[in-house]
């Protein structure tokens, strides 16, 4: 069993920058692969970005470039750094560790970018 708990989420101008962190508990952290998803109204949830157990990174394209995800696992903590921000980027991010069969999601924050 894997804990995951979001936090960063706020109201933020087009242009600006949030970071998400995700703090996990329970488990072995260091042995999931990480991602973070984000749902927007009346949308399905999707993959934003991934960071495997060994380091490896993933995209979504339209936010190649202007996120960065990154994990501690001295901290049990995955990050996920996000600039130039646009309206289209809001919705509730979630996290989620994932290892063979096992899936595990955190509550989510909200990440709202309007002026």
């Known amino acids: 069993q894997v804990q995951l708990v979001e936090s960063g989420g706020d109201l933020v101008q087009p242009g600006g920058s949030l970071r998400l962190s995700c703090a996990a508990s329970?488990?072995?952290?260091?042995?999931?692969?990480m991602g973070w998803y984000r749902q927007a109204p009346g949308k399905q949830r999707e993959l934003v970005a991934e960071?495997?157990?060994?380091?490896?990174?993933n995209y979504k394209d339209s936010v190649k470039g202007r996120f960065t995800i990154s994990r501690d696992n001295a901290k049990n903590t995955v990050y996920l750094e996000m600039n130039s921000l646009k309206p289209e980027d809001t919705a509730v991010y979630y996290c989620r560790a994932e290892r063979y069969a096992s899936a595990y999601w955190g509550q989510g924050t909200q990440v709202t970018v309007s002026s």
């Open positions: 960071v495997t157990a060994g380091g490896r990174t």
């Open positions: 329970g488990s072995i952290f260091s042995i999931y692969n």
